[in-house]
């Protein structure tokens, strides 16, 4: 099994914030987290990384609890190309769950 | 720069027959890997490669070869294929497996196994 959990599903409002959470308990010292998310059936695509700081693109922002075992994706407006299939991963696993599929409704 | 090609995009095979799958990559990424993903599911990996001449086994690697000849190309092999390897198939690539490994994803190639 991939070493992060979570939740199969969300819905978000089409401007709100998406903020969409991951476990990653098990996360060793020099691991990143990474955050991919898949549109319809196409590829996935990278969107942010991070260690242990918080980190922000012009995509999304990432927030690491101090402890490293959790981490929340933020969307901070999200628009209706933003509904997608969102992953997150520990680097030295290379393992995708299942991911959440998020909706975001007008 | 093409990032990660994928040919053919879709295929249908006979159960027994056999195929390659290919996979290339323009970025000189050293790590490369073939995933697939069933309906609803996430991705799974099939099998990896650290650099020409090294491949590994991923968690579903049974009935697909690999090899990695050049840096540039990644094929999958279909020894005798099954109705149950039905499914969407992705290649990836990144510069390394180390902690920094942004990955790039091909297209896919959706295969049907009758």
């Known amino acids: 099994d991939a070493k992060t959990t979570q939740p199969p599903s969300m819905d978000c409002a089409e401007g709100r914030a998406a903020n969409l959470p991951c476990n990653h308990s098990t996360i060793s010292g020099n691991e990143y987290v990474y955050w991919y998310r898949q549109i319809h059936s196409q590829g996935p695509q990278y969107i942010i990384h991070g260690l242990k700081n918080n980190e922000t693109n012009e995509m999304a922002s990432l927030i690491i609890t101090e402890d490293r075992k959790s981490s929340t994706l933020i969307l901070p407006h999200a628009t209706l190309r933003d509904t997608a299939v969102y992953y997150c991963?520990?680097?030295?696993?290379?393992?995708f769950g299942a991911g959440t599929r998020l909706t975001v409704k007008p | 720069n093409a990032g990660v090609t994928q040919t053919p995009k879709f295929q249908v095979l006979k159960t027994g027959q056999s195929m390659t799958l290919q996979c290339a990559q323009d970025m000189n990424h050293e790590y490369m890997s073939w995933y697939r993903q069933d309906p609803g599911m996430g991705l799974r990996l099939i099998h990896y490669s650290v650099g020409a001449g090294i491949t590994d086994q991923g968690e579903v690697p049974n009935g697909y070869n690999v090899s990695r000849s050049t840096t540039e190309d990644f094929p999958l092999r279909l020894l005798s294929a099954a109705p149950s390897q039905t499914s969407v198939y992705f290649c990836a690539s990144s510069y390394d497996r180390g902690p920094y490994n942004e990955q790039f994803f091909g297209p896919g190639t959706r295969l049907t196994v009758l």
């Open positions: 991963i520990v680097s030295g696993d290379m393992r």
